[in-house]
């Protein structure tokens, strides 16, 4: 669903990505973890195109990301074309950005009915039934300040799915939140991943991390260090770098 070949990044002189080789296979849970500053949102933002790429190459659902390829050359998109693509890809944020204005049935319609004009008893439903399956169905009609944190962030990830994505991004997502309200996003991504969505998460949760996710990836100053099965980066790091980022973590 997602390939990485090479991908750089570059703000200026600094180098944040440099050469980010990863493969995420449709249906695959997979996670990405590191120290701060070691590149993990500036890649989720590759992939949708929020930044582009200085060399390499990105793929999602076989699409390069951004360009087209005529024989050797690559040609940019237009932006009409990167919002088209952009579609198909939620994101999800450390920091709740509803639409504070709109409440939660509303923040969730609002995309499919302008984005994909679709009407609004269509957007309606499907955004009721994503509220149900958030664990939200009595808060429909509650604005950004009336919920929680844990629960605004359901929200987003509703609001998210409102689009029907093929992919998930999730820049951790809980980091934000008091820790009793952790759970509930978890177990919402947890449902998610049961019911086959390809998911990238960034996260600090090793728990979620173990239980939930298919790989993980550890990259630090802007390389994947060490990658595999949870249960081998987790509990038997390889890398001196991954044992000392985890001895921290975990
Ligand atoms: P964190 O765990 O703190 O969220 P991260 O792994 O997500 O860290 P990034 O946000 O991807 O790290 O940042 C990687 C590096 O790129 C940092 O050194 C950061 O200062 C730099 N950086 C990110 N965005 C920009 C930007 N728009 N302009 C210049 N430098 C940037
Ligand atoms: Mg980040």
Redesign the pocket.
């Known amino acids: 669903m997602v390939k990485a070949q090479g991908v750089h990044k570059s ?2 002189a ?1 180098q ?1 990505l440099k050469g980010i080789d990863l493969e995420v296979a449709p249906r695959e849970v997979f996670c990405l973890i ?10 989720l933002r590759c992939i949708n195109h929020l930044e582009k790429i200085n060399a390499g190459r990105l793929y999602v659902d076989g699409q390069l990301v951004g360009y087209r390829q005529k024989g050797d050359k690559l040609y940019e998109l237009k932006d009409s074309e990167v919002a088209q693509n952009r579609r198909d890809i939620g994101m999800v944020f450390q920091r709740f950005n509803l639409f504070p204005h709109m409440t939660a049935l509303a923040n969730i319609m609002e995309a499919p009915i302008q984005v994909k004009g679709e009407t609004k008893a269509v957007a309606r439903e499907r955004a009721l039934k994503l509220l149900d399956r958030v664990g939200l169905a009595d808060k429909a009609g509650n604005y950004p300040a009336q919920l929680s944190g844990g629960q605004q962030q359901r929200v987003a990830i509703a609001r998210a799915l409102a689009m029907e994505p093929k992919l998930m991004l999730f820049d ?1 997502p809980t980091s934000a939140l008091d820790p009793e309200l952790v759970g509930d996003v978890l177990d919402v991504m947890r449902g998610l991943a049961e019911d086959g969505m390809t998911m990238i998460v ?1 996260t600090h949760e090793m728990g979620f991390a173990r239980e939930v996710g298919d790989s993980v990836v550890f ?1 630090d100053q802007g390389v994947v260090v060490e990658s595999g099965h949870p249960r081998d980066v987790l509990t038997n790091p390889q890398h001196d770098r991954t044992k000392s980022f985890l001895s921290k973590v975990l």
Do not use: A, D, I
Request: proline share 6%; glycine share 24%; aromatic share 12%.
């Open positions: 703000y200026g600094v944040v590191g120290p701060s500053g070691s590149g993990k949102s500036t890649f951790e960034v990259m």
